[in-house]
Nanobody, 127 residues
Framework: VQLQASGGGLVQAGASLRLSCAAS????????MTWFRQAPGKEREFVAV????????DYADSVKGRFTISKDTAKNTMFLQMNSLKPEDTAVYYC?????????????????????WGQGTLVTVSS
């Protein structure tokens, strides 16, 4: 599986950005796709997850109400709409994928639980 993340950039606080993650290669019956981020000097952290063949999504508390994760199954692409960006959202954003046992098995938030990773896209929010 290959994951290609894009859409990062430099924006001012309060602005919006939309990240994309295109998946290609091997396919699975069920899987979860997730956004993580890693700020300078900090550990990689969970941002949002979506079940690919089900209706489920979930978010880190720090982004709830501001970020929205979505998918286009026809294009094998996941998105992260980020609104009301804050300087503390500055990080490299990574997309990740892991196969799951069912469409309802999706809530995986640990870095170690993911098999496949994209290369990351940098988001910088200035104050």
């Amino acid at each position: 599986v290959q994951l290609q993340a894009s859409g990062g950039g430099l924006v001012q606080a309060g602005a919006s950005l939309r990240l994309s993650c295109a998946a290609s290669g091997r396919s699975f019956s069920n899987y979860a796709m997730t956004w993580f981020r890693q700020a300078p000097g900090k550990e990689r952290e969970f941002v949002a997850v979506i079940s690919w063949n089900g209706p489920h999504t979930d978010y880190a508390d720090s982004v709830k109400g501001r970020f929205t994760i979505s998918k286009d199954t026809a294009k094998n692409t996941m998105f992260l709409q980020m609104n009301s960006l804050k300087p503390e959202d500055t990080a490299v954003y990574y997309c990740a994928l892991r196969p799951t046992l069912s469409r309802d098995s999706y809530y995986f938030t640990a870095v170690s639980e993911y098999n496949y990773w994209g290369q990351g896209t940098l988001v910088t929010v200035s104050s």
